[in-house]
DNA sequence: TGGTTACTATCAAACGCTTGATAAGAGCAA
DNA sequence: TTGCTCTTATCAAGCGTTTGATAGTAACCA
């Protein structure tokens, strides 16, 4: 018991792990941005066209469920790659009324480029981790969002 | 050399640590929004709270820079939060143009309730976690989030 | 076959934040 | 003192997102 009548938030709160998470993912992703901002694409932009790499032909409801935003979000950013010839809207075989996307060859080339500055930034980071501490903070991580979800 | 011409980008990008760290950030946070919400009350608004319960006197640009966000944004959630009688702006003993922030007793007890909430995300997830790993995984997100932003 | 349900996409309005620009005060030097 | 610089606060406009509402399409079932 460490709080009283005039301090009624314990300070430890800022020792926190969830703090902790925040800082380390906030100071992460500044880097990412900063490094991907040469190229003209925002981290956003980089997630979504990974996310369609990964699960080509995945519609846009679908990627705004994993990446937890809306959307209507998803359709600007969509709207907007398209028109940068980056990324494409395919009718779904089935539902005609659903758009598959894909990636263009141009949108694959600037994917690469995006992820070979992402994979820079987790260099960076791993370098001073190591392997081991490395593999060890994964593990604990995925631990943490799948305690979290299942809340 | 994992990758060839047909498949540009390594998939194993899905298993990076800093891809490991957004999916927990975002879980936790998503988590933490939804049991604060009951109490008509958002992360964004806990977090400038504790900061100045952390630090009475604390001034919006200060804050704007620990946020890590631009000074309009903290001062329209100032002035709503002044607004409901939660905090309250002073005038700087030294700068008369610059104002200090306080919490004002129904901001603290605010901040008390909210931070019940936080504190039991918290504990959810250290639980399962044990004290060990808890300290293991703080630790390692500190160098983290230290190397990002010395990079 | 017709009706219900569920899911997708999209439009409109509101909200929150950012960028850019403006104004006021404090500290410092000539 | 005057002038320069730094910092703070705030206004205005633009952008991106969310919330709320509407429409189209497919699947299921009476």
Known sequence: MTRNDEDPVALDALDRVTWALRRAELAVLALKEQRLRPLGMAAAHYTLMMSVHAEPGLTGAELARRLNVTPQAIASLVTRLEGRGLLERREHPRH????????????????????????????HVTDDLGSDDTSELRALLNRVAKRAREA
């Open 96 to 123: 005609r009324h659903v758009q598959e996307l894909h990636l263009t060859p141009a949108g694959r080339e600037a994917l690469r480029a995006a992820d070979a500055v992402i994979a820079d930034v987790e260099r």
